[in-house]
């Protein structure tokens, strides 16, 4: 169970006061996309050093005319190879070939978008890594799309377990993509409700500004995005 459940194993053992023995390797490795390629990539959750909402603007498609939700893990080391210098963790966020991304999306391989299928589930959804270099790529360029990033106001032991559950979900995740009722926005909301003492999920918000506004509320964040 502590091997397929790394997140609700830590989260038993701190309620509950449970000890669990560590008898499999951590599950911390996943497939990432990046550009045209997907590649193994281990993500240690002491790594992260700082989780953010990333919210993807207004798109002009049905499925992206509210906006995108999105999570942004900031990974880099902290001390540069060629300077030696002890790099902050804003200068980390500027590194887009190491910050990586998680991303509900629904599949769609119909050649437009039918809004009965989307309405009622008829599209799979998918928990998607992506490098932000990427994601830059296809929301700013390609499509025309501001990107802003809001730190999360989230302590060590909160983070570790955040990066764990995205893990967790990662390999056992399976779900149908509904425009209303499980979109890229609830299911953000249900990651981030995993959390240590959190309200979020007691919140009902089905668009991604509606979780930024959950997030400002319950001081999760603050509203200006960096």
Known sequence: YQCRWPARTQIMSHLYKLSFPKTC??????????????????????????????LAGEGSGLMSGFGHSMLRFVICHQTNRFTKKNLTVEDCAAHTRENIVVSFRGLVDDLTI???KGLLGDYESKLLFMTLEDVI?????????????????????????????TLERFWN????????TNNCATETQILLGSLYNSTLHMNDSITPYGVLDDLVEIGLTKAKAK
């Open 25 to 54: 390797q951590p599950l911390n490795n996943i497939v990432l996309r990046d550009k045209q390629n997907l590649i193994i990539k281990t993500i240690n959750p002491e790594d992260v050093l700082r989780v953010d909402y990333l």
């Open 173 to 180: 995740y399976s779900s149908d993509y509904k425009f209303l």
């Open 137 to 165: 790529q296809e929301y700013n360029y390609v499509e025309l799309r501001d990107l802003e990033a809001y730190p999360l106001n989230l302590n060590e032991q909160d983070k570790n377990l955040l990066v764990k559950r």
């Open 114 to 116: 039918n809004s009965i």
